[in-house]
């Protein structure tokens, strides 16, 4: 594969400040109408940087950013990495009950939080280490009037937080900050995580995947490559439509930043009319979203209201493609959607469809990626299965995840060692052609696929369960062409228990679950299929939902 990429140094932090040199006038992000230039962005980085450090962030802390998509969240990252602290993107979407969850098991002794989230973090400060509470809104970083038109016109969401010691405010820490306090820069190692992000765990409790920096440049790297056929190097314009806590966004961010293409961010929630207006009034040539999001674009009664021309690569991942949003998208706007597969633990993608490949074969998602190994086994022996064949896709690189953060059982599960490298199991059933297509069969069992998000049916169960008047549960997906899967909850009551009802049960995970996580439908039963050994058959509850579907 012939490419013009390359990066600039051997470390997240080098590779932006060097971009930020070789392109210090141009643009870099665009929030709210505002443009900020790589130069411009370097320097908040850097005065960012110095004030953690004069805080008393050191070397390898970990601080969560409990932030939507705003430059803060971005401005953070970075900031860590200058001085090699480790970001722990969450979603500021998340209770309290998650929130001390995440800081506990990631060790965070500080945290970036919007205001309108500081409540949460207040209540989970006495159980925690955070003690470095640095507090933000979505206006921090555009000029006063137009701060003021919006709060004007109740436009912002707005939180009350105090003031006190370990609390900041983080438009105050990019004020008249001494850059000559920063430490040395380090150099690159296998060793250093750059970031941690959380998915959802077999056991009921999401999971830390510590991934390395080198893996994150090498996958940054070729998720631009992908594009380079039809927006060459220094020349795309991406509109994040993914959440930065999300592998998908982090790459669709941070691609463009290290080699000098401008982001285009949206707000918090993506409205689709906001979404076409900044793709027609900035000419943006990139975006990569779940294929819900390609629908709804699709059947928004305004689409022809606005010239989405400028677009030139669409990939899509998270979920499979249904053929039929292909077919449209393709035949609307003359571009194909370009799918790939990954999942977390592989920071990103393990196959990708390149745009120098012309329109992918219907149904399938991208070509393995040069650097990566897979093999395709039978899921019960492990043995590799006949080519042409499908089987559990086996995946492993020169810089792969290894392990899980603080969770030995559940890396035992899922991470085999084998001829001298250790191969992440994706428990995904897919085959691959002969001219190297990957084609998605089957999904890992327990995990349930909601608008991209891929939500362990074990945490939601757990959450049911620590219910009092709840003995048992089962979780599982229900097919739902518009999400992918919704998710629906079987529940044994206690024998004593009367008058319970549905909505006080959703009530109760509302309270301790991200909102994409809730349950949509409860039923209640008087007990539930087990194996021999007293294991959930969640199989057979997806087939009786299966087959009340399908007659």
Known sequence: MNSELSLRSDTIYGCFEETARAFSEKTALVYLGEQFSYQQLNDLVSRMAASLV???????????????????MIIAFLALRRIGATGVPVAPVYSS???????????????????????YVNEVIPETKLRRIIVTNMVDLIPWWKRLLARGFDRVPRGAFPSGEGIYRFKDLLKGTDLSILPPKLPASDERVAIILYTGGTTGFPKGVPLPETLF????????????????????????????????????????????????????????????DHVQRYKATNMFAVPTLYRMMLEHDRLELYDLSSLRYC???????????????????????????????????????YAEDGVPPEGSAGKISPGNLSRLVDPDTLKEVPEGKGGELLGTCAHAVTHYWNKPEETKECFLETDGKVWYRTRDIVRIDPAGWLFFMDRSVDMIKHKGYRIAAAEIERILQEHHAVVAACVVGIPDEKVGERIKAFVVLKTDVRGLSSYELLTWCRDRLAPYKVPHYIEFRDMLPKSKVG?????????EERYKTEN
């Open 54 to 72: 004069r805080m008393g962030v050191r070397r390898d802390d970990r601080l969560i950013l409990y932030l939507y998509n705003v430059p803060q």
């Open 97 to 119: 009950y998650d929130l001390k969850y995440l800081a506990n098991d990631s060790g965070a002794t500080g945290i970036f939080c919007m205001d309108s989230n500081y409540n």
């Open 217 to 276: 440049l090498d996958r940054v790297l070729e998720w631009r490559r992908a594009s380079e056929a039809v927006t060459p190097p220094g020349a795309g314009k991406t509109v994040l439509a993914a959440p930065l806590y999300h592998i998908i966004g982090e790459m669709d961010a941070m691609a463009p930043l290290l080699v000098g293409g401008e982001v285009l961010i949206m707000l918090p929630r993506v409205v689709l009319d906001a979404l076409f």
């Open 315 to 353: 990939g899509t991942g998270g979920d499979a493609l249904p053929d039929e949003v292909g077919r449209r998208w393709l035949k609307r706007f003359g571009v194909p959607l370009y799918q790939g597969y990954g999942t977390t633990e592989f920071c990103g993608a393990i196959s990708l469809s």
């Open 535 to 543: 294991k959930m058959l969640r199989r057979e509850m997806r087939a």
